[in-house]
């Protein structure tokens, strides 16, 4: 059994249970301020028609960020717009040369790896230099614009293209 979950303004959350052949048995809770949707104990594919590619995604992804979930380290989310967020991790002890952004597909990847300094005889060792991965599930057409490292913060901006044919457009009436 594996549990993704999502907590914010409107909050998320997804458990996987392995079962027969049929496939996997999924609950999707999906919580706003006034109203909570719960989806259950049925193959997701049974419920949402034309899903499968995100469902795959979401499960692909899921299975890496709870691999190497941990709260290390330390991360906000911003939401500068509709379509720009950020993403700010204190990544105190590393250099940029130790850390690694990459997208793929629809998942956001962060790794990072220090060397211990074992020249070095600590009485206290009180920052964290540990090696991590960090997954997010990015939203279709959601791209890293850039990644910049600054004071012990990386930050990763993400911005939201709509492709034109996506976007609403207005019918003329005559």
Do not use: H
């Not at 956001?108 to 070095?120: G, H, N, P, R, V």
């Not at 090696?131 to 990763?156: C, H, M």
């Amino acid at each position: 059994m594996s549990n993704i979950r999502y907590e914010g303004n409107n909050s998320f959350s997804m458990s996987t249970t392995s079962t027969n052949s049929v496939g996997n048995q999924y609950t999707i809770t999906c919580m706003s301020p006034s109203v909570t949707t719960t989806y259950g104990g049925v193959n997701l594919s049974s419920q949402f028609i034309g899903w499968e590619k995100q469902i795959e995604n979401l499960e692909m992804i899921g299975e890496r960020m709870i691999k190497n979930s941990g709260n290390f380290p330390p991360y906000n989310v911003i939401k500068e717009d509709d379509d720009t967020f950020l993403i700010e991790f204190a990544v105190a002890g590393f250099s940029k040369k130790d850390i690694e952004v990459k997208q793929e597909k629809n998942a956001l990847i962060i790794e990072a790896s220090i060397k211990e300094d074992d020249s070095k005889e600590y009485i206290y060792k009180g920052i964290a230099a540990r090696s991590f991965t960090r997954a997010f599930a990015l939203a279709e057409y959601v791209e890293v614009k850039s990644a910049t490292f600054e004071d012990g913060i990386l930050t990763i901006k993400l911005i939201r293209y709509l492709p034109k044919e996506e976007q609403p457009k207005v019918i003329d009436i005559k």
